[in-house]
């Protein structure tokens, strides 16, 4: 059996030495990157060729990547960076690497082409001022074999130890029960669906109700596929801790259920939380777990993948035992790990580092992705960005006279646009290339400044100001009818006009479709993934994924549905059903006495009931979200829940309390939806209106009603949570009678609408 491994993957294994060092170094985006290469390469002779695929063999190691360049004439391989700014400041190890690079695909070519002699060279390309610099050496063929079998024999080891440690792990998953004793109603539909998908190579949407065990269900499977389908990882995906806690506990109850099993487990954590050193900076003269990150790297990542299980507590043991910073430990160690638990960030994002990898190591990667309805929001969010025109302004004073130019210049067409026409609803629809050239003159002086300045002086808000306006320009260069242009006016501190412009994603299809490509399979599982049409165009999923719903364990019996159509929530009748909901929740409380929550569509909305239910029944002990709870207040907000205890929280519909909290038994036994969920009528959600109208002919479903009667899912979704539960939801507002508002329910609920009784989606109301 044959390791395979990128060439920058083995020098970077074997050649990178000293210390991580995050200073400031000004780098070219992707984008800018090909241009450069392809600025280079025309730069050559007619003969000059690009882009040469290689491949060699060491034992059992395969060893493959593409040379940036061969020019014959002069007989010179070339391995073209490029950079930005003085390269005296590049640090040594990172030039000691890139030669590395260089020499391994010169041994490469020389063997692919019978030569005798090489002569390598190191081109730096600065992307601002068009400038190469050219380090050559002459290497005889025999001198870069040798360099090239010392690294592969560096490497060889640790891919024999990997090639056992895959095998074992397959022949382990290949015999791997299920570890319960049997599938729960709903489990085995689900978990063959993922492992077909696996299989077949397809995206799969799963809808699968609460209290089948989705999370097992989906991870048993997809390991199961490894092995028959080649699958090198698999990427469990969340948008929240709890998503990520639930996913280790079930990885703990399938390696506890499988001795034998040597599975790698990695949480990955964001940086705030792992940080060790909030105040210092990340290289080695700054922060002692920087220095000599690379040195110590080896004997950490041993006693880690040792370890197998690597949650966030195992990883900073593992970091702190080793002197090693354990937030980029655990990034090294994802290479290695066979099972990654995260944020969806971590794939999905414009700079997400599990993809990257995906795409540089050529993995065959499984994705499940958690709670899936939450990928649409989180994905617009990723690909949004804004500027300021107040934050350009307040840097200004504390930088050099050629930055202060650039920002004038950038602050003129920054008023330019300010006064110029607008579209009816706000937008520009352009930007204009005056301005956006301003911008990335600002940008480029402000990144020569801070590449000239000392690491500590960096570190500040104009450093956060660059970073804002690089994210604003990647987006700009991909701008279109996936996203809107926004301009808000608005007086600054110094009572001056200040626009904020933003680019706003509406549609994240075109940036998320490539992650879904790049991997063998792909499962999006949630509660609420209905209408599949709906998911699919605007998460730009491929054409061939399959869908399948999963019938819900729990029965009618359960779940008492009432729809109060006498009510209606809408923003001008709200006054007039404060006293109607409250008089419904004391009824409904005095006829079975509990724990109850209740949710509407706003705080304001929340306030007006709650203030009126607790002034006419003080007896009931009530408790309400607030704006901005942080973690110890929500907690303590469903600490209240207690079991055989009584009374009613108020919560906002989508917020923290709305999905994600399992309170079950008599912990919660009745819920109030106060209004169908439908996002507000604003400006930006107009604007996606007329944008999914024109690109899929649904403009007001796709904006304002699947979102919201998600969210009312979701929310009475919390009441029943095992097959022992029973309770009650109320739906308030006459539009859930509407025919085409019951089909969006759950058809398993049985509706009572005020006394009459109907199967969901049956009555046309």
């Known amino acids: 059996m044959s390791y395979s491994v990128a060439v920058r993957a083995l020098c970077e294994f074997t050649a990178k030495r000293g210390d991580l060092d995050l200073r400031f170094t000004p780098t070219p985006s992707a984008q800018e990157g090909v241009a450069g290469h392809q600025l280079v390469a025309g730069r050559r002779g007619p003969g000059y060729e690009s882009e040469i695929s290689l491949r060699g063999q060491f034992g059992t190691l395969a060893v493959r990547g593409r040379a940036d360049g061969y020019d014959p004439a002069l007989n010179r391989l070339e391995e073209i960076k490029t950079h930005r700014g003085d390269l005296a400041r590049q640090p040594g190890n990172h030039r000691h690497l890139h030669w590395a690079q260089a020499k391994v695909y010169g041994w490469l070519l020389c063997e692919a082409r019978g030569l005798d002699e090489l002569n390598v060279a190191l081109v730096y390309f600065d992307i601002g001022t068009q400038q190469e610099t050219t380090f050559v050496e002459t290497f005889d063929a025999g001198s870069l074999r040798l360099f090239f079998e010392a690294r592969c024999r560096d490497f060889l080891a640790w891919a024999e130890q990997e090639l056992e440690h895959r095998a074992r792990r397959d022949r382990a998953l290949a015999a791997l029960a299920f570890p319960h004793p049997s599938f729960r109603s709903g489990q085995r539909e689900l978990a063959e669906a993922v492992y077909r998908g696996a299989a077949s ?355 009618p019996e359960q779940l008492t549905v009432r729809l109060v159509s006498r009510i209606s929530t809408r923003y001008p009748d709200r006054r007039r059903s404060v006293d109607p909901i409250a008089r419904l929740i004391a009824q409904e409380f005095s006829r079975r006495p509990g724990n109850y929550l209740a949710f509407f569509s706003s705080f304001d909305y929340l306030d007006m009931v709650a203030r009126q239910f607790g002034q006419q029944y003080p007896a009931i002990a009530t408790w309400s979200q607030s704006r901005s709870m942080d973690e110890r207040q929500r907690q303590a907000f469903l600490d209240r829940f207690e079991a055989g205890g009584s009374g009613v929280g108020f919560a906002v519909l989508g917020g923290s309390f709305g999905e994600g909290i399992d309170l079950r038994g008599d912990r919660l036994i009745g819920a109030f939806v106060a209004t169908l969920g439908l996002p507000q009528v604003n400006p930006r959600n107009e604007r996606l209106k007329a944008r999914t109208e024109g690109a899929f002919g649904s403009g007001y479903n796709y904006t304002y009603l699947y979102p919201g009667i998600q969210k009312v899912v979701q929310a009475a979704g919390r009441v029943i949570r095992t097959q022992e539960d029973k309770g009650v939801v109320y739906l308030i507002d006459d539009r859930f009678a509407r025919a085409g508002v019951r089909e969006l329910l759950p058809a398993w609920w049985r509706i009572s609408v005020e006394g009459r009784e109907a199967a969901a989606g049956a009555m046309t109301g």
């Open 201 to 555: 190579g397809r995206c799969v949407m799963a809808q699968a109700p609460t209290g089948i065990g989705k999370t097992v269900g989906t991870i048993f499977p997809m390991l199961k596929a490894a092995p028959r389908h080649g699958l090198d990882k698999v990427f469990y995906l969340t948008a929240k801790s709890t998503g990520r806690r639930l996913a280790l506990e079930a990885t703990t109850l399938i390696r506890d259920s499988a001795p034998a099993l040597p599975l790698r487990v990695l949480e990955l954590t964001a940086r705030d939380k792992s940080c060790e050193h909030p105040d210092k900076a990340c290289h080695g003269e700054s922060c002692p777990l920087a220095a000599g990150f690379y040195d110590r790297l080896p004997a950490a990542r041993a006693t880690a993948l040792e370890q197998g299980f690597m949650d966030a507590a195992s990883v900073r043991r593992v970091g702190l035992q080793h002197q090693v910073c354990p937030y980029y430990l655990a990034q090294e160690l994802s290479r290695w790990a066979d099972l990654v638990v995260g944020d969806y960030n971590y794939y999905f994002d414009g700079s997400a580092m599990l993809y990257a990898m995906t795409v540089a190591n050529d993995w065959r990667v499984g994705v499940l992705a958690d709670e899936a309805h939450n990928l649409l929001e989180r994905g617009r969010a990723m690909y949004t960005a804004a500027i300021s025109q107040a934050a350009l302004r307040s840097v200004r004073p504390a930088t050099t006279v050629t930055v202060r130019r650039a920002l004038d210049k950038a602050n003129r067409c920054w008023n330019a646009l300010r006064k110029a026409q607008t579209l009816a609803d706000g937008t520009l629809e352009s930007l204009p290339g005056a301005f956006t050239a301003a911008l990335r003159q600002a940008a480029h002086a402000i990144e020569c400044h801070l590449a000239e300045t000392p690491p500590a002086a960096a570190d500040g808000p104009l450093q956060q100001f660059y970073f804002d306006l690089l994210g604003f320009l990647r987006l700009a260069e991909s701008f279109g009818s996936h996203s809107v242009l926004e301009m808000a006016d608005l007086a600054a501190a110094s009572g001056r006009p200040a626009a904020t412009l933003r680019i706003q994603n509406l549609i994240p299809a075109s940036f998320l479709q490539p992650r879904f490509l790049a991997a063998r399979a792909v499962t999006l599982f949630s509660a609420t993934l209905g209408p599949a049409g709906f998911y699919t165009d605007m998460l730009g999923l491929p054409e061939r994924t399959a869908w399948i719903d999963v019938a819900s364990p729990f029965g």
